[in-house]
T-cell receptor
Framework: DVKVTQSSRYLVKRTGEKVFLECVQDMDHENMFWYRQDPGLGLRLIYFSYDVKMKEKGDIPEGYSVSREKKERFSLILESASTNQTSMYLC????????????FGPGTRLTVL | EDQVTQSPEALRLQEGESSSLNCSYTVSGLRGLFWYRQDPGKGPEFLFTLYSAGEEKEKERLKATLTKKESFLHITAPKPEDSATYLCAVGSSNTGKLIFGQGTTLQVKP
């Protein structure tokens, strides 16, 4: 079975803090994704990566950056957290293309105060 | 423009009362239609991928079907543990991304 893990289930940070969200997949998948999920807005793609050190902007990249130094690990960075970044963050991975079946992690509920 | 619409937004069923969830889509080059189940506070769990019109897949009480414009998720004799939000997504060859619907929240009462 594919397993995608995220470093924290719940996280509380202060405005202006730098925040790191980590995601690890154990199935040698090529592609990894970061989404945020908000009520009424659904799932929105922040960034994705199709290879080590490669990244592409999604639909809402502003205020975020990412890092993929190893194939199995994809990090989302909030350089200076703001209250409007309070959300559920979901990491996913897929084996082949970016439109292949995506497998999701358990999510990180981030609250920025 | 690629778009996915799910209906209804919410559905309440009695245990054993079969029904269907709808996912209508418009996409430039379908690269798969995906169904996920999501429990509150958790990540989406993959259920099915369908690739071409006429294709059907089943898992326990769930059956997914696909036409050129929509997909249905049929739930036969549901149980309370089937209560969840069901998400539909399509893969777009135009954007190279998955486009998600807003989901249907299903509640099954005993």
């Amino acid at each position: 079975d594919v397993k995608v893990t995220q470093s924290s289930r719940y996280l509380v940070k202060r405005t202006g803090e730098k925040v790191f969200l980590e995601c690890v997949q154990d199935m040698d998948h090529e592609n990894m994704f970061w989404y945020r999920q908000d009520p009424g807005l659904g799932l929105r793609l922040i960034y994705f990566s199709y290879d080590v050190k490669m990244k592409e902007k999604g639909d809402i990249p502003e205020g975020y950056s990412v890092s993929r130094e190893k194939k199995e690990r994809f990090s989302l960075i909030l350089e200076s957290a703001s209250t409007n970044q309070t959300s559920m963050y979901l990491c996913a991975s897929s084996l082949r293309g970016t439109t292949d079946t995506q497998y999701f992690g358990p999510g990180t509920r981030l609250t920025v105060l | 423009e690629d778009q996915v619409t799910q209906s209804p937004e919410a559905l309440r069923l009695q245990e054993g009362e079969s029904s269907s969830l709808n996912c209508s889509y418009t996409v430039s080059g379908l690269r798969g239609l995906f169904w996920y189940r999501q429990d509150p506070g958790k990540g989406p769990e993959f259920l099915f991928t369908l690739y071409s019109a006429g294709e059907e897949k089943e898992k326990e009480r769930l059956k997914a079907t696909l036409t050129k414009k929509e997909s249905f998720l049929h739930i036969t004799a549901p149980k309370p543990e089937d209560s969840a939000t069901y998400l539909c997504a399509v893969g777009s060859s135009n954007t190279g991304k998955l486009i998600f619907g807003q989901g249907t929240t299903l509640q099954v009462k005993p």
